[in-house]
């Protein structure tokens, strides 16, 4: 509790009447008779009580406490009127106010907790935020969960560069996303098919051509459920090289730019079924990685190549966080109906039963970008998502040993052909 506040100008601030609208409709954000809310130079949120006299930190209801971001939320700019009054522009809604549009979004004291949950949506985790001047690749980004990652990060102004097989489909996505927008943001598309190793050196070479920065790489791309054996024209087993080697290779190959764009986040999107690696679970050893073609199983092949991306992001954090590059995985939820079954009439069939049960594109997306962008996780790396929370992978995924030998071996495969 507090009395005075030396420096602080509330008399300056607008009243309460002129912001709730902006605030949430939560019955705990609404202020009993004779309270009112004012904020200091610095961004934090206080309450005066008119009847005897005092003011608090903590909301007199919910006894939360509450800060404003930094920036103002995407879209809004400050400005002063002729009279020299502090004003607000929302360029996306073309309206003017008084009202700094930051008490919309203030955040509570207690970080630790994540705000969102399994029904959130990519586009409520980044309300508010304005990524304007950061760039981010999303592989895969043309459907599915991965459109919806660029889709969210676009509309919220950051520079997208969609990573994709067909150029076509590509520019299909790119316009689609620039139609949605309010305030014009770049999106640009590059050709690159992951399970081909001189494409994705092609691809990386062009980006690093182009001289753009690296602040978000999204390792989204994926495929499951290929019904027999496929060797890539490396001579890989095909779900291993497309889901694991060549999002490896992208990364090693733009690791200077993510280093020179710190701080940078990457987000490797694995899934629960990391936790299947073999038929009866109980062992797991890189020397069974790719599988052959004696051996092969659709499932067991996804589920090893799911539990390598958690291997790989987890490593490549140890390795890159002292250079301000932080790396997690993320699970965006289970039997989400996107065009990964597509390999497999039984995988349709299932999907299409759990659709009404399960995740849309939309929430699937959401502990994606919740990891390349939130707050709360700046300068944290070496975790596993799902749901927007940390959670605990399997003990194979935990294991540092396992995601040395995996490193090593895919160093081996990528840079000298040894397998």
């Known amino acids: ?3 005075s506040r030396k420096g602080d100008d ?4 607008p009243p309460l009447e002129e912001v709730e609208e902006l605030l949430t409709d939560s019955e705990d954000d609404q202020l009993p008779t004779g309270w009112d809310m004012r904020i200091t130079e610095k961004g934090r949120v206080f ?11 903590k909301h007199p209801k919910s006894g939360k406490e509450k800060y404003l971001s930094k920036d103002l939320p995407f879209g809004w700019k400050r400005a002063t009127d002729e009279n020299g009054k502090v004003i607000f522009v929302d360029n996306v809604n073309k309206r003017t106010t008084c009202v700094d549009p930051r008490i919309a ?7 630790a907790v994540s705000k969102f949950d399994a029904e959130s949506t990519a586009m409520a985790v980044l309300r508010g ?8 690749l999303v592989t895969g980004g043309t459907s599915g969960i991965g459109y919806e990652t660029a889709k969210a990060l676009s509309l919220h102004g950051c520079h997208v560069v969609l990573v994709c097989r067909d150029l076509k489909k590509g520019q299909n996505a790119a316009n689609n996303i620039m139609k949605k927008q309010a305030v014009t943001a770049p999106v640009d598309i590059l050709q690159c098919d992951l399970s081909s190793l001189q494409s994705v050196r092609a691809c990386a070479q062009v980006f690093i051509k182009r001289k753009w920065p690296l602040h978000i790489l999204i390792c989204n791309a994926g495929v499951m459920g290929i019904p027999s054996y496929q060797q890539t024209t490396d001579g890989i087993e095909e779900t291993f090289a497309t889901n694991h080697l060549g999002h490896f290779l992208l990364v090693d190959l733009l690791r200077d730019l993510l280093i020179d764009s710190e701080p940078s986040r990457i987000v490797v999107v694995s899934s629960e079924s990391h936790r299947f690696p073999s038929t009866y679970c109980d ?14 199983s659709p499932m067991v092949a996804y589920n090893q190549s799911k539990l390598c991306n958690i291997l790989f992001a987890f490593e490549l954090n140890r390795r890159m966080s002292p250079y301000g590059v ?5 699970n965006p939820g289970c039997l989400i109906w996107t065009k990964l079954q597509r390999h497999s009439i039984s995988y349709k069939l299932l999907y299409a039963f759990f659709r009404p049960f399960t995740k849309s594109k939309e929430q699937g997306a959401a502990t994606t970008i919740y990891c390349a962008t939130s707050h709360e996780l700046e300068n944290i790396g070496g975790f596993y998502f799902n749901h927007c929370c940390g959670c ?5 995924a935990s294991d540092e040993r396992l995601a040395k030998e995996l490193w090593e071996f895919s160093e081996r495969i990528v840079y000298h052909g040894i397998r």
């Open 129 to 136: 935020r304005d990524l304007r001047g950061r760039t981010a």
């Open 1 to 3: 509790m507090m009395s």
């Open 326 to 330: 932080y790396c997690n995985a993320v």
């Open 10 to 13: 509330s008399s300056s601030l």
């Open 47 to 57: 309450y005066i009580s008119h009847a005897d006299r005092h003011t608090q930190w």
């Open 392 to 396: 605990q992978p399997s003990k194979f």
């Open 283 to 296: 062992h797991f050893d890189i020397s069974a990685v790719p599988l052959r073609q004696e051996n092969y």
């Open 105 to 111: 979004y203030a955040m509570t004291k207690k970080k």
